[in-house]
């Protein structure tokens, strides 16, 4: 009833380099549009915020992600909209920030 301890060594270092993946992975979508408040996906109307946000793959998984909330902020630039989601595979949190235009607004 001896556990292998390369079987154990194994699945660990397997582990390991997943984690690592993952740390990648988030750092990458950390750079992507959307990402920040600083860097926000530009829209022209706010209706296209939620479709824009649900076509919008896991970076994880590529899975399809799910809204859980939403918050606006008035700024001199236009309306900042921000997207709480989860990913409905790995459950995985996500955050994407928009930018509805006001009318007239370059």
Not at 45 to 72: H, N
Not at 85 to 94: E, H, K, N, Y
Request: charged letters at 35%; a positive charge; one cysteine or more.
């Amino acid at each position: 009833m001896a556990r292998d301890p390369r079987a154990r060594r194994a699945r660990r270092e397997k582990e390991r380099a997943l984690r690592k993946d993952v740390r990648r992975v988030e750092q990458l979508a950390a750079r992507l549009p959307g990402a920040t408040p600083e860097l926000p996906i530009d829209v022209a109307a706010a209706s296209v915020v939620e479709v824009k946000a649900r076509a919008t793959p896991c970076p994880q998984c590529s899975g399809e992600l799910e809204i859980k909330g939403d918050r606006a902020e008035a700024t001199p630039r236009g309306v900042l909209r921000e997207l709480a989601l989860t990913c409905r595979v790995c459950r995985a949190p996500r955050t994407i920030w928009f930018r509805v235009a006001t009318p007239g607004a370059n």
